[in-house]
């Protein structure tokens, strides 16, 4: 059991006073029997005039933002503290039907995954789906615990991570192309090859607890992180992070699932104004098991989404 705090900041910065439209945020992380939420505080500069929380479609929380007035900054200050409980090494127990793949989901539980067992991106030449089939056996089954660890590896151990300035996340079949991206592509990779297979998977965006950021190998600190889950028949969503390399929750933060990386974006919005008013944005954020540090490490442009202009594409 670990008590970690996350501060998360986000500055928009502007080269006059522009007015700001509704901002949604998803910092919050998940309450779980895994991830228990202790406090949470979040300042917005400048005050905003309604906050207001929901839970979106997933059961992720989400504040709601309203503004009045204009500045030249807009920032975002979130600081949790949560009880975690990590499971380095998954107790697989999978229903026995579902021990070996290929297997067939309930029909209790078969229309509540079906969103999460379709392809969701075009793969003109089954690109995803053939690597996802290399890691089949030539036997008739594979135990379903081995081929999906096989994969999570197989991406962490044979892609390279490269931090990128471009928003959003690569197609599944150019991030294979490439054989490099960034935790989202890998992620995204990850639950469309499974998807492939015929399983439900989903995306996971969170934060990742970095013991040594000078020597740790860990990939994905100092930003919002993001993974995976699979649906196994009695072990439920099962996470798995190919861009480290890690099975279970060991060191993940969960805070949304979606079928879809564009339905947890951690932060957007909106601005009334010229494009060439957006000078630059940066984003901030330092997990520890100790209160946080002043000096946090900074990271240009980060998961969060450059706000666009009132009614004209960004």
């Known amino acids: 059991m670990t008590i970690f705090s996350v501060q998360h900041t986000t500055i928009y910065r502007y080269a006059r006073p522009v007015s700001f439209g509704d901002h949604r945020?998803?910092?919050r992380p998940r309450d779980s029997y895994d991830q228990k939420l202790l406090s949470e505080r979040l300042v917005v500069t400048p005050r905003p005039k309604q906050v207001r929380w929901i839970h979106d479609v997933f059961g992720n929380c989400v504040a709601l933002v309203g503004f009045s007035g204009q500045a030249r900054e807009l920032s975002f200050n979130s600081l949790i503290r949560l009880d975690h409980t990590p499971q380095d090494v998954p107790d697989f127990q999978i229903d026995k039907a579902a021990l070996t793949y290929p297997f067939a989901y309930g029909e209790e539980e078969l229309p509540d995954l079906t969103g999460t067992i379709t392809r969701h991106y075009p793969d003109q030449h089954d690109a995803v789906g053939r690597w996802a089939r290399q890691f089949l056996s030539a036997r008739r089954s594979i135990e379903t615990g081995r081929l999906l660890m096989t994969m999570c590896y197989a991406i962490h151990e044979g892609f390279a991570y490269a931090r990128r300035s471009e928003n959003g996340t690569q197609p599944p079949a150019l991030t294979l192309?490439?054989?490099?991206?960034?935790?989202?592509?890998?992620?995204?990779?990850m639950v469309e090859a499974v998807r492939s297979l015929g399983l439900a998977a989903r995306f996971v965006s969170g934060y990742i607890y970095v013991p040594d950021r000078d020597g740790s190998t860990t990939l994905g600190g100092g930003a919002t992180h993001a993974w995976c889950q699979v649906?196994?028949?009695?072990a439920g969503w099962v996470e798995f992070d190919p861009t480290n390399g890690i099975v279970g929750n060991r060191d993940l933060i969960r805070v949304a699932v979606a079928r879809d990386p564009r339905q947890a974006v951690p932060l957007s919005g909106?601005?009334?104004?010229?494009?060439?008013d957006f000078v630059g944005m940066s984003v901030q954020v330092n997990v520890t098991t100790e209160p946080p540090l002043a000096n946090w490490d900074l990271?240009?442009?980060?998961?969060?989404?450059?706000?666009?202009r009132s009614g004209v594409e960004p």
């Open 25 to 27: 945020l998803m910092y």
């Open 177 to 189: 192309e490439l054989t490099r991206g960034t935790c989202r592509d890998f992620a995204l990779l």
């Open 231 to 234: 649906y196994l028949p009695g």
């Open 270 to 276: 909106s601005y009334e104004g010229e494009a060439e």
């Open 299 to 308: 990271v240009e442009g980060g998961a969060a989404e450059p706000p666009t």
